[in-house]
C-alpha cells in the first residue's frame, strides 16, 4: 500500500480536511467523532492518479473488523473514496490511538449489510435518510486488518 513517508492528499472538503489534520496530529487523541459517533482516517489509492488520499469516516464495528458506509449524503453517486477503494481495496487505518495499519476493504453482500444495517443506523441514524433520499443502494464495506 503506501511507503510509512508517503504523505497522503487529504480531502478538499474544509470541515474533512481540517478533522483529519486535527485526528493525525494528535496522534489520534482529537477529531476522532463527529457528532458523538467515533470516526477513522481511510488512506487509500486514487484509481486515475496512483496518489496516496485520506479521508475522515464514520465507523462501526463487526466482530473485529470495522464497517464504513459509503452513503455520501444520500447522493445518487456513491463517493469517491469508494470509488477508489473498489478499484484498490488495500487500505490503512488509524482508528483512535492506534498506529497506521493496513487493511483490505470488502463491500459487504446484501445479507452481510442486511445484518449489520440496523446497528449502523442506530450509531448514526442520518444513514436511513439518506438511504431514502437515493435510489442508489447504499454501500457498507467491511474492513479487515492484515499483517504489513
Known amino acids: 500500500m503506501a511507503q510509512q513517508d508517503e504523505e ?5 472538503t474544509g470541515w474533512v480536511a481540517e478533522q ?3 485526528y493525525e496530529e ?11 459517533v467515533p470516526c477513522l482516517l481511510l488512506d487509500y489509492r486514487g484509481r486515475r492518479t496512483g496518489q496516496l488520499r485520506r479521508t475522515v469516516l ?21 463517493p469517491l473514496w469508494y470509488r477508489n477503494i473498489v478499484a484498490e481495496p488495500d487500505v490503512r487505518l488509524r482508528v483512535g490511538t492506534e498506529e497506521r495499519f493496513a ?8 445479507e452481510d449489510k442486511a445484518r449489520v444495517w440496523p446497528s449502523l443506523v442506530e450509531l448514526f441514524a ?5 438511504q431514502a433520499k437515493t435510489e442508489r443502494d447504499i454501500p ?3 474492513l479487515s486488518r492484515v499483517q504489513d
Open 58 to 78: 464514520i465507523y462501526g464495528r463487526d466482530g473485529e473488523d470495522y464497517l464504513v458506509v459509503a452513503s455520501n449524503g444520500g447522493d445518487d453517486e456513491h
Open 103 to 110: 487493511a483490505r476493504a470488502e463491500t459487504l453482500s446484501a
Open 140 to 142: 457498507v464495506v467491511r
Open 126 to 130: 442520518l444513514y436511513a435518510d439518506y
Open 26 to 36: 494528535s496522534g489520534g487523541t482529537t477529531g476522532t467523532g463527529v457528532q458523538g
Open 8 to 12: 497522503a492528499v487529504v480531502s478538499p
Open 20 to 22: 483529519a489534520r486535527r
